[in-house]
């Protein structure tokens, strides 16, 4: 099983997005794919119209009555474990537990062989749910919108790694990319260099975003020959390789 974490320490990416059309292409693929929301917004979980998290936190947490919590959707091979306002206090429940960095990862080892892959949509931020985010995954796929704020963030994610000894694998895409505003082509000449996590994939500004929130369908299962899907499609193409070991 191989996990996936779509991360940023900042809100507004286009995470969430992204780890939905990722956790669909990897399903589309054929791999027995969770879609996991770690957020308790649950924008995921409104996108992919699934329901409320059954039970509470820390049995979840205890990898308890796993079968009740996780959801089937309407795509073949893509689950979904849910996230609602009412597991706003994950953290603080894993502050109380034993191992309270390693919940996560000890969750998920638990579903056994049962995923080939798993997409976590993550909330943003640092602190015990990063450190638990860290801990579970194989790959850390990091938004970054073409702005210099987005070089402190990256910063700020490789410093984070840094200080563990067996860190996930960090890769970057750039979100919302308008290459009709001379600020976003300043950013891409200026500092691609600046990111050498950098993929080439890169995800344009497009109403489809929007849309899909309208839809609540997938951009690469509603318009898959789009210049959005199209995108998703190379992002894909760039990670899922290490994804298949």
């Known amino acids: 099983m191989r996990i996936l974490a779509l991360y940023s320490v900042k809100g507004g990416v286009g995470k969430t997005t992204a780890a939905v059309n990722l956790a669909t292409l990897s399903a589309l693929h054929g791999r027995r794919t969770l879609l996991l929301d770690l957020d ?7 996108l992919m119209e699934g329901g409320l998290p059954a039970g509470g936190v820390r049995q979840a947490l205890k990898g308890k009555d796993l079968d009740q919590r996780l959801m089937e959707t309407r795509y073949r091979n893509l689950s979904l474990w849910p996230n609602g306002p009412d597991w ?3 953290a603080l429940e894993m502050a109380g537990m034993k191992h309270a960095g390693e919940r996560l990862a000890r969750l998920l080892e638990r579903m056994g062989t049962r995923f080939d892959h798993v997409v976590l949509d993550c909330p943003p931020g ?3 749910m990063a450190d638990n985010i860290f801990e579970a995954a194989d790959d850390l796929l990091v938004p970054l919108i073409p702005a210099p704020l987005s070089l402190r963030a990256a910063q700020q994610v490789r410093e984070a790694l840094a200080a563990r000894k067996d860190a996930p694998v960090m890769q970057a895409f750039l979100a919302m990319v308008d290459r009709r505003r001379g600020l ?6 200026a500092h691609r260099a600046d990111l050498p ?3 080439p994939a890169a995800i344009p500004a497009s109403s489809e975003i929007e849309r899909q929130t309208v839809t609540r369908v ?3 299962h509603a318009q898959p020959r789009s210049e959005l899907a199209q995108a998703y499609y190379q992002l894909w193409r760039a990670v899922h390789v290490p994804l298949a070991d």
Request: hydrophobic share 55%; proline share 8%.
């Open 197 to 199: 996590e950098l993929l």
């Open 126 to 128: 640092l602190g015990l």
């Open 218 to 220: 997938p951009i690469v």
């Open 88 to 90: 706003a206090d994950m």
């Open 184 to 189: 976003h082509r300043d950013f891409l000449a």
């Open 40 to 46: 308790p917004q649950g924008a995921a979980t409104w």
